[in-house]
């Protein structure tokens, strides 16, 4: 017996179909939580430094192509003594416009809850009230997750920023 070309494809589409609506069946939570990143310009502390500059000095506003890169703690609150919960480890480019940046991170958190990391990167206006950073990936309690940061500074200082970090995300549940 012969097959046509429209029994073979006939064959392939349902099975594109079995294979595809299982994938969909995946169940998702949402998840919220807030917690804090704090950085310090300060020897002997330093969190953040910066690592590359356009002009070859390390002095005065960050300008176009500058590289600064940090690893800070994570804390449940804005307060030096609130729990420690983790570390903040990236990079951030300053873009040609003043206050644009570029940045790219992985926060390493352990809650009760969950551990693990979330990857994430975005261009963002550091003058603006808040800002958006997307998670892309993440691993341990995190594995399969997507959503967002919404980030804002908590506490303007010369000395170090502390960052609030509200996260909205999507996570398989298992």
């Not at 020897?43 to 390390?58: C, E, H, I, L, R």
């Not at 992985?106 to 550091?126: K, M, Q, W």
């Not at 691993?139 to 804002?152: H, I, P, Q």
Request: glycine share 8%; hydrophobic share 35%; proline share 3%.
């Amino acid at each position: 017996m012969e097959r046509t070309h429209e029994s073979t494809l006939a064959v392939f589409v349902t099975a594109l179909v079995l294979l595809s609506s299982g994938c969909s069946a995946m169940k998702m939570k949402s998840v919220n939580f807030t917690y804090y990143l704090h950085d310090d310009f300060v020897k002997p502390d330093t969190t953040s430094v910066q690592v590359a500059s356009s002009n070859g000095t390390f002095t005065g506003t960050f300008l176009f192509g500058d590289i600064a890169v940090f690893d800070s703690v994570l804390r449940e609150g804005s307060t030096n003594d609130s729990t420690l919960i983790g570390h903040g480890s990236g990079e951030l480019v300053s873009l040609k416009e003043p206050y644009i940046r570029f940045i790219t991170f992985v926060h390493d958190l352990t809650f009760p809850e969950y551990s693990g990391t979330i990857s994430c990167s975005a261009r963002f206006n550091f003058s603006a009230p808040t800002w958006e950073v997307g998670v892309s990936s993440g691993t341990g309690s995190f594995r399969g997750a997507s959503g967002y940061l919404t980030a804002s500074i908590e506490v303007p200082n010369t000395a170090g920023y502390i960052l609030k970090y509200q996260a909205n995300l999507m996570l398989p549940k298992h």
